[in-house]
């Protein structure tokens, strides 16, 4: 028997699968209502393993800053004046609130950026190139998210669906961050970022087809 060699990355990646995998399996088939209300612990699990499997390059920590001020700043002047993204508020379920925005949407951008800009990075050397790919995933992974979001109690728009308005917006930020991650070359390396993005993109793929065919 060839043994397994347990390291950071493997536990880590072992952790989220789990997690994701349960939340899955508690909205089909147990209590949704609490596995969803558990969204802001898993993000913060999330978060927590992408700065210590992702850590180590001198701009990885300032990137990490950038995100989240960029992301609260952006959402802050969203909700509270309308710009960038629309007109909008978030509800409760992602925790405490500055200015109305959660601080886990902070967290959120921070996050969404560096596995993206991961992903592009360790398959495209082209620098515009990573720049798309970083901006297309991160735009896909919102299309998800934005029509179970107020079912969620995530955030809801006063016109009740996103508007086009939002995407843009949401391409403008992204185009920013990813810019940056990829001015500066922040490496990350292994596969902690592709596997939390799959997980994502599994996650909330089932909850939209839940929620589309007999409701969350």
Not at 70 to 83: P, R
Not at 131 to 153: H, K, N, Q, R, T
Request: glycine share 8%.
């Amino acid at each position: 028997m060839i043994p397994i060699k347990l390291t950071r990355e493997k536990i880590s990646i072992s952790i989220i699968w789990l997690f994701h995998i349960s939340g899955i399996m508690g909205i089909l088939y147990g209590n949704s209502e609490w596995f969803i209300s558990a969204s802001p612990l898993n993000l913060s699990i999330n978060f927590f393993l992408l700065l210590i499997n992702c850590y180590g390059h001198k701009w990885f920590f300032p990137m990490v800053v950038l995100g989240f001020l960029t992301g609260m700043i952006s959402e802050i002047l969203g909700v509270q004046l309308g710009w960038i993204f629309g007109n909008y508020k978030y509800g409760d379920a992602l925790g405490f609130k500055v200015l109305g925005v959660p601080l886990l949407i902070g967290v959120n951008w921070t996050l969404l950026t560096i596995i993206t800009g991961a992903i592009a990075q360790q398959f495209y050397q082209n620098f515009i190139m990573r720049i798309i790919i970083g901006v297309s995933l991160m735009i896909f992974l919102d299309l998800l998210i934005e029509p179970i979001a107020p079912v969620l109690d995530f955030w809801v728009f006063d016109e009740g669906e996103a508007p086009l308005q939002n995407y843009i917006g949401w391409t403008a930020v992204a185009l920013f961050l990813q810019l940056i991650f990829h001015y500066f070359r922040v490496s990350v390396k292994g596969w902690f970022p592709h596997q939390l993005y799959i997980l994502q993109i599994i996650f909330f793929t089932v909850l939209l087809i839940k929620q589309t065919t007999i409701g969350l």
